[in-house]
């Protein structure tokens, strides 16, 4: 849609109608994933408001744009992003961009992208054929829904190892991708070889900005062997009501 009918069309419109979503990366079709990709933030905290760091492979990273975003628009309002049928918030910014970091698996992997208020939606598909690469088979993904509110993902795994924003790698491989402060998330924690054993899933409700309600509801998802036919998901809705509350919010054995 050129400049042109996009004028006339908000002119005419709604916003659901008249905007386009477009999904630079990742492609459809047949693709070799690289060995190695970088997809976790630098080791600083705050974070800064921008998900994705430098230099991430074009392999691991979600990115495009909203033409058409009303400027009325509420700041921040997210759109949602599904990856293989994980559903979260992707932040917009103002120039109606996104983008964020994402390991994914070798093999069929769908995105799917939704402008904000039921609007337009883009979906791609692609193969990934790298048999090399590594494979996450278990992931932990927290979204709330909520701007200006920084929660807190905590992961620990069944030997004690602990992993949160203070220290988002592991020794036995997993990782935390970013560490999102400024509202929706999401925050990823990741890992290719899982050990067995029971695992606990925290949220730290860290703080709110001055003026932002309280009350935010976290959704955590669980998902063990993705693309499988041993595939496992749960998710779970819980309300955090105040900056300081620490939750569990689920234990679960693996595998």
Not at 51 to 78: D, F, Y
Not at 96 to 122: C, L, Q, T, W
Not at 201 to 214: F, I, L, Q
Request: aromatic letters at 8%; one cysteine or more; hydrophobic letters at 35%.
């Amino acid at each position: 849609m050129n400049k042109t009918a996009l004028a006339l069309c908000m002119a005419a419109l709604s916003f659901p109608v008249c905007a386009e979503v477009q999904l630079d990366q990742p492609k459809g079709g047949w693709r070799r994933g690289e060995t190695g990709e970088r997809y976790t933030q630098e080791v600083n905290y705050p974070a800064a408001s921008v998900n994705t760091p430098r230099s991430v492979s074009t392999t691991a990273l979600i990115s495009g744009h909203i033409a058409g975003m009303p400027k009325n628009r509420s700041a921040g309002e997210p759109a949602t992003l599904i990856v293989n049928g994980t559903a979260m918030p992707l932040r917009v910014e103002e120039d109606g961009s996104f983008s964020r970091p994402y390991a994914f698996g070798r093999g069929s992997n769908s995105i799917e992208v939704r402008a904000p208020d039921n609007g337009p939606r883009k979906r791609v598909q692609f193969y990934d054929t790298a048999t090399t690469k590594k494979q996450a088979r278990l992931r932990v993904v927290l979204s709330w829904d909520s701007d200006g509110t920084d929660l807190d993902l905590h992961v620990v795994t069944p030997n004690g190892e602990h992993a949160w924003y203070g220290q988002r790698v592991i020794a036995g491989g997993g990782a935390l991708d970013v560490d999102v402060t400024t509202g929706y998330g999401p925050e990823i924690f990741s890992s290719p070889a899982p050990e067995k054993g029971l695992y606990l899933v925290y949220v730290n409700y860290y703080g709110s900005g001055s003026g932002v309600k309280d009350l935010t509801t976290a959704q955590v998802a669980i998902i063990s062997n993705e693309n499988t036919p041993d595939e496992k998901r749960q998710v779970f809705q819980v309300p955090m009501r105040r900056a300081g509350d620490l939750t569990l919010i689920n234990s679960f054995v693996y595998p």
